[in-house]
């Protein structure tokens, strides 16, 4: 099957799934000329309530409040996340933000603030990794990218097709994302 965005090779995307992530990208782009991806996980700590549970409409509500509420925060402007289960059967999440590019230049302090809403969502039971780039891996989502350097957006999207993936997601595709505003037209326009 041809598949019109990047995506990684170790992986078999979900054709839905993969342009609806990417055409999000699309969205936020227009709107910033710069973005700031950052990746990272989510779950719950074993032995507390909610991993005992193993709640999908749990996972869900927690997803979706962690969202809000890092879409307060001054230069967050997007989000992307899917649930998935492990191999034993356990509910965790995996999620992009995107940081307005022209403002912020490094994602360490949002990562750190989006723990903390995690932990503060989920009454200290849940736990959060961040996804650090790893020597082998081609692309780093730690780069701010402009929506001219091709290279770049499609690094990007190949980072971010790993939500995507169909292994884990037991037949079911949930994911969240934030609307995009409408762009900013002030100032000259952008000639694409």
């Not at 690094?155 to 595709?173: A, V």
Request: charged share 25%.
């Amino acid at each position: 099957m041809q598949r019109h965005y990047p995506y990684l090779k170790s992986i078999t995307p979900n054709d839905f799934l993969l342009n609806m992530i990417n055409h999000h990208l699309n969205t936020l782009f227009v709107r910033h000329s710069k973005l700031l991806g950052f990746r990272m996980d989510f779950s719950y700590l074993h032995e507390t309530s909610r991993f005992s549970r193993n709640s999908l409409g749990e996972i869900q509500a927690d997803m979706r409040s962690l969202a809000e509420q890092m879409m307060r925060v001054e230069h967050v402007c997007g989000y992307f996340w899917v649930i998935e289960w492990t191999s034993s059967g356990r509910l965790h999440s995996h999620a992009v933000f995107y940081l307005n590019g022209q403002k912020v230049k490094k994602s360490f302090p949002f990562i750190q603030h989006a723990g903390k809403v995690w932990s503060d969502v989920t009454n200290l039971e849940g736990k959060y990794e961040w996804c650090k780039p790893q020597d082998y891996h081609r692309d780093n989502i730690h780069t701010v990218v402009d929506h001219r350097n091709v290279d770049d957006v499609h690094s990007l999207r190949r980072i971010i097709s790993y939500l995507t993936k169909e292994e884990q997601k037991n037949g079911m595709i949930i994911w969240g994302c934030n609307e995009a505003c409408e762009p900013n037209r002030a100032g000259r326009p952008r000639s694409i």
